[in-house]
């Protein structure tokens, strides 16, 4: 009996870390099925990944490619993180640039399969020219995806029924099941941004068409128990085979990176100990998320007005704030500021925290409900208020409440839906919840197959499309 093939795969993910994450653990789960990884990124993002597993090194690499000059692009800057909104669009730009070297790479290890991201509408034709197969992978869930458009071609071509943001205030026509889900107005506002073409030449929506209709197959990290309807209605208004993932959640052996010896971990960790069990609200806005001034303020009053203990993660911004004077000397003691790297897994694990406050980011959302988190939310870009309504539908998070017109909120609206997560009883249906849809999120088996199914169908598509 002969030995079955084992797959060559390239992985090329956009240029964000909530995108090339997911990239990465997905390589984790092929390459630990003995198939050959290459995920292709440039230095500085290299360097920033996590290690690659030493089991997993034979089977695994990645492949640097230098991004080219991009007028306006700042000087080492490589991934969104690096850079406000505003300069986005040059990294796209440059990441474009990208498509010399990487047809080179690929006429010369010749992979059976390239995974690529939404923003690379570019890639498909190459592959083509080259015989390669094509999955798109989707860090986006399958009722985004839908929400954007009735179907590839549509999507391209601007052919869109909604032409003002009010349209965006209901479910599209195309789904035929009742749903909620919709942007509130103050979101489909900043959403049109990415509606229209920048400096690269082209929408977010164009290069979102592109990159489903140029594919063999579209690859979803998502589940039937989270999302079954819309999954089904993907594969229906695109025409494209769904293969889901799995929702990637953390493995333990994720949260056992060796911390210890990081001094504010150490002092942190022995604060967490200190606080009851279920009393900490851990809050985490994303490395990308930039509040106003308005914004920060309102939150830090918000967290001092509730009276609980928290431990807030407050990167360096782009757009400098300034926290409200005698902030820190006012909950000295009750809450924690750390500006720096956090070991957001080792936090949320840890028995003290009792919610998370959060982007809606569906990375951290599937990290908090993986540990049984309720989570309080703020949506603030692209389609994390489509997030954030499917999970209030499923009452494992709630919104702070905020204007419809302008986004903004109070510290009262903060205060008040912090303490009703975390110690009224009309917040238990909340941490209950959390709770049920953990043993889904964890269940390493169910989570596993999913993947494996993945695997399988590159093997037995490419087998049947190339031999």
């Not at 692009?73 to 993180?81: F, I, M, R, V």
């Not at 640039?97 to 990487?102: A, G, H, I, M, R």
């Not at 000295?332 to 809606?360: D, M, N, Y």
């Not at 599937?366 to 994390?384: K, N, Q, S, T, W």
Request: proline share 6%; glycine share 6%.
């Amino acid at each position: 009996m002969a030995t079955p093939k084992k797959l060559h795969i390239t992985m090329f993910p956009w240029l964000a870390f909530g995108h090339m994450l997911p990239f990465f653990e997905l390589a984790k789960h092929i390459a630990g099925k003995d198939h050959k990884v290459f995920i292709i990124s440039t230095p500085n993002n290299i360097k920033r990944l996590p290690k690659i597993p030493p089991n997993l090194s034979p089977f695994m690499n990645f492949v640097s490619l230098t991004l080219p000059h991009q007028d306006n692009l700042p000087q080492d800057a490589e991934a969104t993180t690096d850079l406000p909104f505003s300069k986005v669009q040059y990294l796209k730009m440059s990441y474009d640039k990208l498509q010399d070297s990487l047809t080179q790479f690929l006429q010369t290890c010749t992979p059976d399969w390239i995974i690529y991201d939404v923003f690379s509408y570019w890639l498909p034709s190459i592959a083509a020219n080259l015989g390669i197969s094509c999955a798109y992978f989707s860090i986006f869930p399958a009722w985004s995806i839908c929400f954007f458009g009735s179907s590839t071609t549509a999507m391209i071509n601007g052919e869109d029924p909604r032409t003002k943001p009010e349209d965006y205030t209901v479910p599209p026509n195309w789904v035929p099941f009742h749903s909620e889900i919709a942007f509130r107005l103050h979101e489909a506002k900043k959403l049109f941004v990415h509606l229209k073409e920048d400096d690269s030449g082209v929408s977010d929506l164009f290069r979102f068409g592109s990159a489903i209709a140029g594919c063999d197959v579209i690859a979803t990290k998502s589940c039937m128990e989270l999302e079954s309807e819309w999954l089904n209605l993907m594969g229906e208004l695109h025409g494209k085979p769904i293969v889901s993932v799995g929702l990637l959640p953390p493995s333990d052996k994720d949260n056992s990176e060796n911390v210890t010896e990081h001094n504010s971990w150490l002092i942190t960790s022995e604060w967490l100990d200190k606080q009851k069990i279920g009393s900490v609200v851990y809050v985490a806005l994303g490395s990308e998320i930039n509040p106003s001034q308005e914004d920060l303020t309102e939150l830090a009053r918000g967290l001092e007005l509730s009276g609980l203990p928290f431990l807030w993660c407050l990167r360096k911004q782009h757009n400098p704030v300034e926290l409200p004077d005698g902030f820190e000397e006012r909950v000295e003691g009750r809450g924690v500021l750390w500006t720096s790297w956090v070991p957001q897994l080792k936090i949320l694990s840890h028995e003290s925290v009792g919610a998370f406050l959060t982007h809606c980011g569906l990375n951290s959302i599937i990290e908090a409900l993986h540990y049984g988190r309720p989570l309080v939310l703020l949506p603030f870009v692209m389609d994390h208020g489509l997030v954030s309504r499917v999970f209030a539908e499923k009452k494992a998070v709630i919104e702070i409440e905020r204007n419809e017109e302008d986004g903004v909120y109070s510290r009262k609206s903060v205060a008040e839906t912090l303490r009703m997560v975390i110690v009224e009883e009309e917040g238990r249906v909340y941490r209950d919840k959390a709770k049920q849809m953990r043993i889904i999120i964890s269940d390493k088996e169910l989570q596993n197959q999913y993947a494996d199914n993945f695997v399988e169908f590159l093997h037995n598509y490419r087998q049947i499309s190339k031999y």
